[in-house]
């Protein structure tokens, strides 16, 4: 797991507060090349160009939660002994690093602080762990959306300073190496604490995990 808190390590959040901000809004997506934005020109060579299957962009479909309802948050379960309780059922997972050991949710510093990704944005951001089987080999989109109230979820590779709307990746993209698993590592940003799901279609299948939102100061 150590390996997989360093290479996403760039979307921590150290030091200063910044003041609140208007947030900027969501980057539409472009294809797999979103994941590596942010990453200097070598780094970038590692994400393919191209973009998932039209079939692919599938209706976003979510139970309905409404301001005061029970979030109904994805059971945390253990897949390998190499890392955390993931979020999720076979073939996609999501790893959230947990807030105060919740792994049905994640924390993220509000407002961002100087030198995060998110500072001056009006977001928040955190790290999760897209988990998978290494023989899981199709193209995957990663959307999300907030379950109790108006607003979206935000996604960017781990050097990414915006946040998309979506994100993408190829059947052919290589992951870290965890055993029997592969893990990407995202940032997931947000612009107010609250129940939000994530939902992830494959060639064919969909996913839900749906978790909670915490904002620290």
Same mark, same amino acid.
């Given at each position: 797991?150590?390996?997989a808190? &360093?290479?996403?390590?760039?979307v921590?959040?150290?030091?200063?507060?910044?003041?609140?901000?208007t947030?900027?809004?969501?980057?539409?997506?472009?294809?797999?090349?979103?994941?590596?934005?942010?990453?200097?020109?070598?780094?970038?060579?590692?994400?393919?160009?191209?973009?998932?299957?039209?079939? *692919?962009?599938?209706?976003?479909?979510?139970?309905p939660?409404?301001?005061?309802?029970?979030?109904?948050?994805?059971k945390?379960?253990?897949?390998? %002994?190499?890392?955390?309780?993931?979020?999720?059922?076979?073939?996609?997972?999501?790893?959230?690093?947990?807030?105060?050991? =919740?792994?049905?949710?994640?924390?993220?510093?509000?407002?961002?602080?100087?030198?995060?990704?998110?500072?001056? /944005? #009006?977001?928040?951001?955190?790290?999760?762990?897209?988990?998978?089987?290494?023989?899981?080999?199709?193209?995957?989109?990663?959307?999300?959306?907030? *379950? @109790?109230? &108006?607003?979206w979820?935000?996604?960017?590779?781990?050097?990414g300073?915006?946040?998309? &709307?979506?994100?993408?990746?190829?059947?052919?993209?290589?992951?870290?190496?965890?055993? %029997?698993? %592969?893990?990407?590592?995202?940032?997931?940003?947000? /612009?107010?604490?609250?129940?939000? #799901?994530?939902?992830?279609?494959?060639? =064919?299948?969909?996913? @839900?995990?749906v978790?909670?939102?915490?904002?620290?100061?």
């Amino acid at each position: 797991m150590g390996r997989a808190i &360093a290479l996403v390590a760039c979307v921590c959040a150290p030091v200063v507060a910044a003041a609140a901000a208007t947030p900027i809004p969501l980057q539409q997506p472009t294809g797999y090349r979103d994941y590596c934005d942010g990453m200097g020109k070598v780094a970038k060579r590692s994400c393919s160009r191209g973009h998932v299957p039209q079939r *692919l962009w599938r209706q976003l479909s979510f139970p309905p939660v409404g301001p005061h309802g029970e979030c109904p948050v994805s059971k945390p379960h253990r897949i390998s %002994k190499r890392f955390a309780p993931v979020l999720g059922s076979k073939p996609m997972y999501v790893g959230t690093y947990g807030s105060a050991g =919740n792994y049905s949710a994640v924390e993220m510093p509000s407002p961002a602080p100087y030198g995060s990704p998110a500072y001056g /944005t #009006g977001w928040s951001i955190t790290k999760i762990l897209l988990t998978m089987r290494k023989e899981l080999h199709q193209p995957l989109l990663i959307r999300g959306k907030r *379950l @109790d109230d &108006a607003g979206w979820l935000g996604f960017s590779g781990p050097a990414g300073h915006r946040p998309f &709307a979506a994100m993408q990746f190829p059947s052919t993209r290589k992951g870290i190496d965890e055993g %029997k698993f %592969k893990a990407f590592g995202m940032g997931v940003w947000a /612009t107010a604490p609250g129940c939000y #799901g994530v939902q992830i279609d494959g060639k =064919n299948f969909r996913r @839900d995990v749906v978790f909670r939102v915490v904002f620290s100061s």
